[in-house]
């Protein structure tokens, strides 16, 4: 295995290590300060990225990055084909921005819910981790994990031969525990909240000696993700003003501000977009937090003052992470690119889904209606301004939510005989979502 592709380097001290096995070796943390966040930095300064971000490019998958991603050898790629998925534009949206508002804008879905194996954006890690800890020997991993990235673990490793063991919170759906078990993967239903789940993880895998998921700072979950920013130059005519997310602990962040910074060294920089990042009102810490900095103009210290919440109640379990230890990054990168932390209503989210699956064809999942809420949230509130070019992160489509998909039916259409259908057009369903959605909207 050759060494001199990449460096990790910490983040907190500089001190750097040869390559994902000696990070491993020293327990998945910089030896001399003990800090998690480890990023990889490419030896060859990223100049072949223009090339492969060119636009007669038509990648199969994001290992298209290959020479960008911590892994050496193609042999050991675990893949199903994840990461190249549509960038669509939602003109409905538009139009609504440009009624209500006056405010001329221009969107897109970065449609996540594309992706083959789990339906996530999770599955961008799940098969950068199964690549690497293939490459590296592992025959064992642990996660803490609210449903979605274990079930993407829970796939990929099985398809690598390494066995899985996902600690998730009570209060996820049952649903993802059949689904990791399918896999023929361990689950372990923990009495307690998300920040429970990630303690016993952590103690897990420390007593018997196997790696973990490292929360949202894991340098492959990182790596995973900053390929997204790769597909908006490949695919799109303009670059992002306003990136829209879910946020529950912000790898997704986390991950695009580590792909602007590259794009920087590769000569190929643009403006960062302003990350305007949704948390569902029910489990809120870093938006609440974020509010409060904001009416006492950030004062000092103000990144480390965050509230946590135990056992959160929301069904929207995805985004349940109540304690938001990542929120000194997260608000620091969200303020230095001039975005916001706000919160999403989550008893609209299956209008939402309703409006979206009407108007594009697409079925949303609930993390992901949750950053649509958030959207005419930010126009309202004026946070979206003419000329922007907003981009929201589709996170995941519904299948990954049975019961949150069941809601999604507008009427009951049982009949008894013909003479109890009366069919009315789509444009009455329209008309009525519509209305619906002005007064929950626009009030
Ligand atoms: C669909 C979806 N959107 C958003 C998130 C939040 O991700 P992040 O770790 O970037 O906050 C998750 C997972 O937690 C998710 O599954
Ligand atoms: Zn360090």
């Not at 050759?2 to 380097?9: A, G, N, V």
């Not at 991993?141 to 990235?149: D, H, L, P, Q, R």
Request: hydrophobic share 35%; charged share 20%.
């Amino acid at each position: 295995m050759k060494s001199d592709k990449f460096t990790m380097r910490c983040v907190s001290c500089g001190t750097t290590l040869p390559d994902m096995r000696a990070w491993f070796s020293e327990g998945q943390q910089c030896p001399h300060c003990s800090s998690r966040q480890g990023v990889c930095d490419f030896s060859d300064g990223y100049r072949q990225l223009k090339t492969l971000t060119g636009r007669d490019r038509h990648p199969q998958s994001l290992w298209h990055y290959l020479p960008y991603l911590p892994l050496y050898n193609a042999e050991n790629i675990v893949s199903y084909q994840e990461g190249i998925v549509d960038i669509d534009r939602w003109d409905f949206v538009e139009l609504f921005a440009r009624e209500h508002y006056g405010i001329n804008c221009r969107v897109y879905a970065h449609r996540n819910d594309q992706n083959p194996a789990t339906g996530t954006f999770k599955d961008l890690a799940g098969t950068m981790v199964a690549s690497v800890l293939k490459e590296n020997g592992f025959t064992k991993y642990v996660a803490a994990s609210t449903g979605n990235i274990a079930n993407a673990f829970a796939k990929y490793l099985a398809s690598a031969g390494i066995e899985l063991f996902a600690f998730i919170p009570k209060g996820s759906s049952p649903f993802q525990v059949s689904s990791i078990k399918s896999y023929g993967q361990h689950v372990y239903r923990v009495e307690g909240d998300y920040s429970r789940a990630k303690t016993l993880a952590a103690e897990f895998a420390a007593t018997n000696n196997i790696p973990l998921a490292a929360g949202n700072f894991d340098p492959m979950r990182v790596e995973a993700k900053k390929t997204m920013v790769y597909e908006w130059l490949r695919q799109m005519d303009e670059m992002p003003t306003v990136y829209m997310q879910a946020l529950s602990g912000g790898t997704g962040p986390i991950g695009i501000q580590k792909s602007l910074d590259e794009l920087k060294t590769a000569g190929l920089s643009f403006k960062p977009p302003r990350q305007i990042l949704v948390q569902s009102d029910k489990c809120a810490p870093m938006a609440q937090a974020w509010e409060k900095a904001k009416k006492l103009g950030f004062p000092e210290n103000w990144l480390n003052d965050y509230p946590v919440i135990e056992n959160p109640e929301t069904e929207i379990q995805t985004l349940s992470t109540g304690n938001p230890t990542t929120y000194p990054v997260i608000a620091k990168l969200v303020r230095e690119s001039g975005g916001e932390i706000i919160s999403g209503e989550e008893n609209l989210a299956v209008l939402m889904a309703r409006m979206v699956a009407l108007e594009t064809s697409t079925i949303i999942g609930p993390a992901a209606s949750i950053p649509v809420a958030g959207l005419f949230k930010a126009l309202r509130r004026g946070m979206i301004r003419d000329g922007d070019i907003v981009l929201i992160n589709v996170g995941e489509g519904a299948s990954r939510a049975p019961e949150f998909m069941s809601k999604l039916a507008w009427e009951n259409t049982t009949v008894k005989s013909l003479e109890d259908i009366k069919p009315n057009g789509n444009s009455i369903y329209r008309n009525k979502l519509w209305m619906e959605l002005d007064k929950h909207l626009t009030t």
